[in-house]
């Protein structure tokens, strides 16, 4: 199989377990045969993915578990989103409604018509998968793969809420503020405290709840949200971690965080699949 089919599939396989896999999870998943080395070559090989080592199920003294998740530079076109539309199609970005990939578009549930596109299948919009090699996708998948790649995407975290004393640490604005109130250590795989931390691990209580509704953000995204923050944080940091992945039974690390290290595997991937379905 040529390696843009073999990047497709590992792309999409990933999507649709909720954009990440361990190696031998993802291996076994592939509908085309691969063994570790060939796998693993193919990642070296391909700008992709991202490799993160997360802590075993044992906790922070067991083996590091290498995981792969899906990473691409696809993003929503911000300029098409503004108030007044300026992109004049140039760019190599999606033009579609940021709200509808939320789950309902906050527009159209007032009744009100949305300026932005709602639809994948615009010469566009699919010229832009096509670039990015993500046409095969199904919506789902897509949505999965811009959530942990697309920061504009993903509400602001209140940093103030995560320092200080009091129940809304130190930010000034409390249960008024438009930032989420949830510890930003629990969304990097960090937090130590679990459920004695004195921020809150819960997207769905009233007030973070009543915010993310506000965005029309669905109850199955609000639920995959805690793994979607882990996800685009790994990704995030791919630039600054080490070079070098840790090998599967190699030495346990020092240091104290739970994150583990994480990097990028390779340069450029290849182009798309035919699209498997349709939006």
């Known amino acids: 199989m040529a390696q843009a089919s073999l990047v497709g599939e590992v792309t999409q396989v990933l999507c649709a377990a909720g954009g990440a896999l361990d190696l031998p999870e993802l291996r076994r998943r592939l509908r085309v045969g691969l063994g570790s080395d060939a796998l693993e070559r193919l990642l070296r090989e391909c700008g992709r993915f991202v490799v993160a080592a997360r802590p075993g199920a044992g906790g922070e003294t067991a083996v590091p578990e290498r995981v792969v998740l899906a990473a691409s530079p696809l993003r929503l076109c911000r300029v098409q989103q ?4 300026g992109c004049v199609g140039l760019c190599a970005q999606l033009h579609l409604c940021k709200f509808m990939v939320y789950g309902a578009c906050k527009f159209l549930r007032t009744g009100k018509n949305c300026r932005n596109s709602h639809s994948l299948t615009t010469d566009h919009n699919l010229s832009v998968l096509r670039t990015h090699g993500v046409d095969h996708l199904s919506y789902n998948e897509l949505c999965q793969l811009l959530f942990q790649n697309d920061p504009w995407l993903l509400p602001e975290i209140c940093q ?32 130590k405290f679990g459920t004695s931390c004195k921020r809150s691990h819960n997207f769905s209580n009233s007030e973070n709840l009543e915010k993310l509704e506000k965005l029309g953000m669905s ?3 609000v639920s995959r949200l805690p793994s979607i923050y882990r996800n685009a944080h790994d990704i995030k940091n791919k630039s600054s971690a080490p070079s070098r992945v840790p090998p599967p039974q ?3 690390g020092t240091s104290g965080k739970a994150g583990g290290e994480v990097r990028l595997v390779g340069c450029t991937g290849g182009p798309g699949l035919a699209r498997s379905d349709s939006t």
């Not at 503004?82 to 539309?85: A, H, L, N």
């Not at 000034?172 to 438009?178: A, V």
């Open 82 to 85: 503004g108030s007044k539309p």
């Open 219 to 221: 109850s199955d995204l």
């Open 160 to 191: 103030h809420y995560n320092k200080g004393d009091g129940p809304h640490g130190s930010c000034s604005f409390q249960k008024q503020c438009i930032k989420l109130h949830i510890c930003q250590y629990f969304l990097q795989g960090e937090c």
């Open 250 to 252: 190699g030495p346990q």
